[in-house]
């Protein structure tokens, strides 16, 4: 008779809670909530941005939060209704704790990370980063084609304005995107107005 071999089974994975925001205030996002879920995501009205947020009180770029060091950091980006923790306005870097009430523009959010609260992490004193880091070096036409991909234009629409051909302007955002060592249009964007590059454009 022919014995069955048990299958092994490793151990459970424990399932990790993703951190979020969760739109508290009133208005149509209210109750709606955001998965944090990368390194760097972008926050904006903009279609595209990581965490789109579709209320007019919310700049198109708006806001960038990102995991380093084992916590989660938030950075406005020059917006025009700015990004305020616990009724403080975001200048540089700031680490976000379990709870946090954080606002853009009019749109009222709380912080939710369910691990560090599950782990119960001693209320380490954290520093706010200031901003320090310096831009590269950016062509005039660079920097033209950055206030276009803010703007949200596609490629041919680029290529028109320049009066270039659709390659020669995949070749400029390339290099943009090679200078401020981002892969794709919106981390660029969201790098250049943390550099001072850009503006964040006039809701």
């Not at 993703?18 to 903009?46: A, C, M, Y």
């Not at 070749?171 to 250049?192: I, K, S, W, Y």
Request: aromatic residues 4%.
């Amino acid at each position: 008779m022919e014995v069955t071999q048990p299958t092994v089974v490793g151990p459970a994975k424990r399932l990790t809670p993703l951190p979020s925001l969760v739109v508290t205030g009133e208005g149509p996002l209210q109750g709606h909530s955001f998965s944090l879920d990368g390194d760097e995501l972008v926050v904006g009205r903009r279609e595209h941005s990581d965490v789109h947020m579709p209320d007019p009180h919310v700049s198109r770029t708006h806001a960038v939060i990102r995991k380093h060091s084992g916590a989660v950091w938030i950075e406005d980006l020059g917006s025009t209704g700015g990004t305020w923790v616990n009724d403080q306005q975001v200048a540089g870097a700031r680490a976000l704790r379990h709870g946090d009430q954080v606002r853009f523009g009019a749109v009222t959010t709380r912080f939710e990370d369910r691990t560090a609260a599950m782990e119960r992490e001693d209320d380490t004193e954290m520093m706010e980063v200031a901003p320090n880091e310096v831009g590269p070096d950016l062509s005039p036409r660079q920097k033209e084609v950055l206030t276009y991909l803010r703007d949200g234009l596609t490629n041919p629409e680029i290529a028109r304005r320049l009066d270039v051909t659709e390659r020669t302007v995949k070749a400029h955002c390339q290099e943009v995107f090679d200078r401020l060592g981002t892969r794709n249009r919106t981390a660029a964007v969201a790098a250049a107005l943390r550099l001072g590059l850009l503006s964040e454009d006039e809701d």
